[in-house]
T-cell receptor, first 115, second 113 residues
Framework: SAVISQKPSRDICQRGTSLTIQCQVD?????MFWYRQQPGQSLTLIAT?????????ESGFVIDKFPISRPNLTFSTLTVSNMSPEDSSIYLC????????????FGPGTRLTVL | AQSVSQHNHHVILSEAASLELGCNYS??????LFWYVQYPGQHLQLLLK??????LVKGIKGFEAEFIKSKFSFNLRKPSVQWSDTAEYFC???????????FGSGTRLSIRP
């Protein structure tokens, strides 16, 4: 299994500012993902964070708005840039373990409110 | 486009009632299938998964799901629900040879004590 922690757990931010969310995993994992869960909706994949290379973004998400870093196999950051109220959401870090299990684990999430 | 459909947005049951939550997906190839649960204020947790073999899979807390390939379905069942099953349930599909998991919109389950 994998234990994931995220910082901050929640934040209230002003429009136009940026917030960086940290994700720490207790073991080395190859695959890390960032999801968004808007109020009352399902999880939407933002990007796959690749160690040593640029993140792979899903349709509708761009690097300028959601820059991602992945300096090693246990850590990643997601920045929400130039925030607007539409960015209010829960942001989730997720990892997938390798081997036959192929199980995906989720962090506790960061609840972001943009005023 | 690949998608996962959960037909019930909110299900309300009494304790001891039987539960079935529907999940259909649109992908023609081989897939891995999952049900995740999110209890109030907690992380998403894996309830059960199907990779191959017996299409009837059993998960934690008495839940089971049946993969019917011809119907592209993976419905979740429990014969007798408890108040503690109150949660949000998400069906998810991972097309093989793809890294990402696609989630359904979720079903909120409320159990009346």
């Amino acid at each position: 299994s994998a234990v994931i922690s995220q910082k901050p757990s929640r934040d209230i931010c002003q429009r136009g500012t940026s917030l960086t969310i940290q994700c720490q995993v207790d073991s080395q994992v190859t695959m890390m993902f960032w999801y968004r869960q808007q109020p009352g909706q399902s999880l939407t994949l933002i990007a796959t964070a690749n160690q040593g290379s640029e993140a792979t973004y899903e349709s509708g998400f761009v690097i300028d708005k959601f820059p991602i870093s992945r300096p090693n196999l246990t850590f990643s950051t997601l920045t929400v840039s130039n925030m607007s109220p539409e960015d209010s959401s829960i942001y989730l870090c997720s990892v997938r373990t390798s081997g036959g299990n192929n199980e995906q684990f989720f962090g506790p999430g960061t609840r972001l409110t943009v005023l | 486009a690949q998608s996962v459909s959960q037909h019930n947005h909110h299900v309300i049951l009494s304790e001891a009632a039987s539960l079935e939550l529907g999940c259909n997906y649109s992908y023609g190839g081989t897939v891995n299938l999952f049900w995740y649960v999110q209890y109030p204020g907690q992380h998403l947790q894996l309830l059960l998964k199907y990779f191959s073999g017996d299409p009837l899979v059993k998960g934690i807390k008495g839940f089971e799901a049946e993969f019917i390939k011809s119907k592209f379905s993976f419905n979740l069942r429990k014969p007798s629900v408890q108040w503690s099953d109150t949660a949000e349930y998400f069906c998810a599909v991972n097309p093989l040879r793809r890294s990402k998991i696609i989630f359904g919109s979720g079903t909120r389950l409320s159990i009346r004590p």
